[in-house]
């Protein structure tokens, strides 16, 4: 597990061991209060973005198609990061601070919202017509049809690009240390710094990140099965 100039050291083996104790539960802390919950917030709001945004598309009415398309354009145009700048550090010049969390929320909100937006109105394209066309012989309204009918079916479809969208989306969270959210990888470059242990102290982070995709990527799964059952076959 260590170099073998290191185990000829047994104490600096022991600074390390000590050091990876004390650190892992202040990781483990940023991850879950801010990392993750940061994601799970960000990804709500920007999955309602994503539905209106889709809809707007695929409703035909020109200037709400205008909107969304240049909404989805300006977003996948610009990097995540400089979002976040503009966000937290631009906006002040026009009178509106905010603090280092709604900002990061604000950011990645509208950053999936965009992404998303293509998965959702894809997934409902895919619907067969025919779908539409049984939901409106038995006297449904757009609406009933579209709740009812066609969203359940559009979710099977879309789980598995808006999963892994997710789970990019917790590892992006790193990116809110440059804003000064005290999220895992900002606790980790606070350790880092204090301790003069970067390989230890990221490697560390980087396996807290890889357990938490593992565990979304067994919740993904049974969702997948759980949503099958609306699947038309």
């Known amino acids: 597990m260590f170099p073998n100039e290191w185990l000829a050291n047994p104490e600096r083996v022991d600074r390390l061991v000590e050091i990876a104790q004390s650190s892992f539960p202040h990781l483990v802390k940023g991850a879950l209060f801010y990392s993750f919950t940061l994601a799970i917030v960000s990804f709500a709001i920007g999955l309602v973005l994503a539905v209106l945004t889709a809809l707007a598309r695929l409703s035909g009415v020109k200037p709400l198609e205008a909107v969304a398309r240049a909404y989805i354009s300006i977003i996948r145009g610009t990097p995540l990061l400089v979002q976040l700048f503009i966000i937290f550090y631009g906006l002040p010049n026009l009178g509106w601070t905010l603090d280092p969390i709604p900002s990061a929320i604000i950011g990645f909100s509208l950053n999936v919202g965009a992404y998303a937006s293509e998965i959702v109105r894809a997934a409902i ?22 709740k009812r009918i066609i969203l359940p079916q559009a979710a099977r479809v ?11 989306l917790v590892k992006d969270t790193s990116l809110a240390a440059v804003i000064l959210v005290p999220e895992m990888f900002r606790k980790a470059q606070e350790i880092a710094a204090s301790t003069y242990e970067p ?25 997948e099965q759980h949503l099958d059952r609306y699947v038309a076959r």
């Open 199 to 223: 390989l230890l102290i990221y490697s560390e982070a980087a396996l807290i990140y890889w357990m938490i995709c593992m565990v979304l990527a067994l919740i993904q799964d049974k969702l």
């Open 125 to 146: 394209l895919s619907i067969p017509k025919g779908q539409w066309e049984a939901a409106y012989s038995i006297g449904m309204t757009y609406r009933q049809a579209l």
């Open 158 to 168: 879309s789980v598995p690009p808006l999963s892994n969208s997710f789970i990019s």
